[in-house]
Every structure is written in structure tokens, then in C-alpha cells.
């Protein structure tokens, strides 16, 4: 049984970095083309996919927010870093660890996701 | 970048069918996935690769694809039904692309 789970902060101020951490169980991140990454949701918005680390070391970011993200893992803990730097207000959201399987592009399954509220 | 548009809403009494549209360029030639989210849950995959059902996920779920617009039927619906909807595609150029979503309301 595939299982993710996010931890990190409830609030950051403004102009922080933002730090969560997905620590998954289930599945190795070293077999062939698995994948693990994270996506958004503002309160009463859509989802919005922030980035993706796959297997092999590659990693794939929003175009739209590549520039603010870095995302890393470490097979050996079983976990995932997304780090966002300079939050907003807007960035406030439930953000979502998913597992992406090989051969797929689809997500599944995924995180129960944690609240970052960007507030001063 | 690329768009796909879903109907804010569909309602839809019990024992009927819903559908859901999702639209976007060249939606034909991609794969969809479709997602349920229910209030104060994370999504669920429930269709992927345009027809397919993860195990678990009641028949009463399917999806199909045409021209320019994929589509998610519910029929025979249940209370239980009553969410979010998320119709998703992987993009060459955008990678991973979300719809703008459909509240599904159970008469």
C-alpha cells in the first residue's frame, strides 16, 4: 500500500521560504520510472501542479513558477523537499504530495496535504 | 500554456447521469485522467488514460474522448457522488496541466 505524507509549516510570513518535506512508504523512488511531486490548491480554487522528481534524478517544474522552486529527494529516507522561496499572500493553498507510478502520467496516489497559510 | 475548461457546475438528480466536460486543444490526442475530490478530502484518481478505472472505483464511472473535448459520465448517481471534478493531461511543452474544475451538486 502506496502512502505520502507532507509535513512542514501551517504559516510563513511573507517574502519567507517555504519548506515541506513528503515522506512517502509503499515504493522505492529508485525503481524506474517512479515519481513523486507536489500540487496546489488556494481555498475554493483549482489544483495547480508544482513539480515533479523522478527516479533517474531529472526534475520538472511549472513553467509558470520554475524560478521559485526546487525540489530534491532522498531515496534513502523515503522522502521529497519542495522548497518555495519568496512566499506571498497568494501562495496560501493545501499543498499535495502525489505519487506518480512508471509509464504513467496521472497521479495516484495521493497525500491527505497540509494548509500554508502566507501571513504576516 | 495550456487551458482546459470545465463547466463550473452540473447538478444532477439521483439515479441519473452526470456528465463532465473537459475541453483543450488537441484534447483528442492526449490521454485525460479525471479526479475526484470531496469536501475537505485530497483527489482520488477514479478514470486514467481517457477509460480507465482504477480498481475500486465503481463501474458507474466512465470516460470517453472526441475531438476536442473529453467527457466523465456518472450514471446512476448517488449522493456520495456529490464533489469536485478535475480532468488533467500531461503536456509536452507544460507537463502536468489540472482543469478548471466542476462542482457536482445531487439534487
Known amino acids: 500500500q502506496i502512502t505520502l505524507k507532507e509535513s512542514g509549516p501551517a504559516l510563513v510570513k511573507p517574502t519567507q521560504t517555504l519548506t515541506l518535506t513528503c515522506t512517502f512508504s509503499g515504493f522505492s523512488l529508485s525503481t524506474s520510472g517512479v515519481a513523486v511531486g507536489w500540487v496546489r490548491q488556494p481555498p475554493g480554487k483549482a489544483l495547480e501542479w508544482l513539480a515533479l522528481?523522478?527516479?533517474?534524478?531529472?526534475?520538472r517544474y511549472s513553467p509558470s513558477l520554475r524560478s521559485r522552486l526546487n525540489i530534491t529527494k532522498d531515496t534513502s529516507k523515503n522522502q521529497v523537499v519542495l522548497t518555495m522561496t519568496n512566499m506571498d499572500p497568494v501562495d496560501t493553498a493545501t499543498y499535495y504530495c502525489?505519487?506518480?507510478?512508471?509509464?504513467?502520467?496521472?497521479?495516484?496516489?495521493w497525500g491527505q496535504g497540509t494548509l500554508v497559510t502566507v501571513s504576516s | 500554456s495550456y487551458v482546459l475548461t470545465q463547466p463550473p457546475s452540473v447538478s444532477v438528480a439521483p439515479g441519473k447521469t452526470a456528465r463532465i466536460t473537459c475541453g483543450g486543444d488537441n484534447i483528442g490526442s492526449i490521454s485525460v485522467h479525471w479526479y475526484q475530490q470531496k469536501a475537505g478530502q485530497a483527489p482520488v484518481l477514479v478514470i486514467y488514460r481517457d477509460t480507465d478505472r482504477p480498481s475500486g472505483i465503481p463501474e458507474r464511472f466512465s470516460g470517453s474522448s472526441s475531438g476536442g473535448t473529453a467527457t466523465l459520465s456518472i450514471s446512476r448517481v448517488e449522493a456520495g457522488d456529490e464533489a469536485d471534478y478535475y480532468c488533467q493531461v500531461w503536456d509536452s511543452s507544460n507537463d502536468y496541466v489540472f482543469g478548471t474544475g466542476t462542482k457536482v451538486t445531487v439534487l
Open positions: 502525489v505519487h506518480r507510478q512508471a509509464a504513467a502520467v496521472w497521479f495516484d496516489p
Open positions: 522528481s523522478y527516479w533517474d534524478d531529472d526534475k
